[in-house]
C-alpha cells in the first residue's frame, strides 16, 4: 500500500476518534502532518529536537492531554509467551517519542485503538482455537499503564512495542465509531 492510501486510511480512523471523542465533551485539537510530501508526522519541537507527536491534543475539563489514534484492521495472535492472546502495536520509534513528548509537556498520553475486523488474518487462522473471532470497536491504553506491560520485538521494521487484548479498555463498540 502507497504511503497516500495508508495516510488516507489513518485519518479516517482518527476522524472517527476525533469525533467520538468529541461526544464525550472533548476539545479537539488535530496535530497535522507538517511535511506531507516527505511522509513526516505531527512533530513537537524541543530544546532537545523534534518528537514524534500524538496525533490530537484533547482538552476536557481544563486538562490537556494527548491521544494517539490508531486505526487498526485486526489485532494479531500472538502464539508464544506471553501468548495465546490477541495484539495489537505501535512503530518502537514511535512509542518512544510518545513516552518523551508525555515527559516534556507534563501532559498524559493515551494510545486509543480503532479495530475493525472480527474476522482473523489469514495467517494467524491456523492457530486459533475454533471460532475465534477478533475483538473489534475502539480500545485504549494510557502510557502509564502501557509502560507497565509493553512488550518490544525488535525483529520488524525497526521494532514494535505490543500490548495485548487484556491490557486494554474497552471504550466502545464498533458502531459508535463508524455508525454500524
Known amino acids: 500500500m502507497r504511503f497516500d492510501e495508508k495516510l488516507a486510511i489513518g485519518q479516517a480512523g482518527e476522524s472517527a476518534i476525533a469525533r467520538w471523542l468529541i461526544g464525550r465533551g472533548c476539545t479537539v485539537l488535530p496535530a497535522y502532518e507538517i511535511e506531507i510530501s516527505r511522509g513526516k508526522g505531527p512533530r513537537v519541537y524541543s530544546s532537545e529536537g523534534p ?3 500524538p496525533d490530537l491534543g484533547v482538552i476536557k475539563d481544563g486538562a490537556f492531554s494527548w491521544v494517539e489514534a490508531k486505526h487498526k484492521t485486526v489485532f494479531s495472535w500472538r502464539r508464544c509467551a506471553p501468548g495465546p492472546r490477541w495484539e495489537t ?3 518502537l520509534i514511535h512509542w518512544t517519542d510518545y513516552c518523551r ?7 498524559p498520553v493515551w494510545l486509543l485503538f480503532l479495530h475493525r475486523e472480527s474476522q482473523p488474518w489469514s495467517g494467524d487462522v491456523p492457530y486459533l482455537p475454533d471460532g475465534a473471532t477478533c475483538p473489534t470497536g475502539l480500545f485504549g491504553i494510557s502510557l502509564t499503564r502501557a509502560r507497565e506491560c509493553a512488550r518490544t520485538d525488535l525483529r520488524y521494521a525497526g521494532g514494535m512495542a505490543y500490548w495485548g487484548h487484556d491490557d486494554l479498555t474497552r471504550l466502545a463498540p464498533l458502531a459508535e465509531l463508524v455508525g454500524g
Do not use: A, Q
Open 51 to 53: 518528537l514524534v507527536s
Open 101 to 107: 513528548v508525555e515527559e516534556v509537556s507534563g501532559c
Open 89 to 91: 502495536g505501535v512503530d
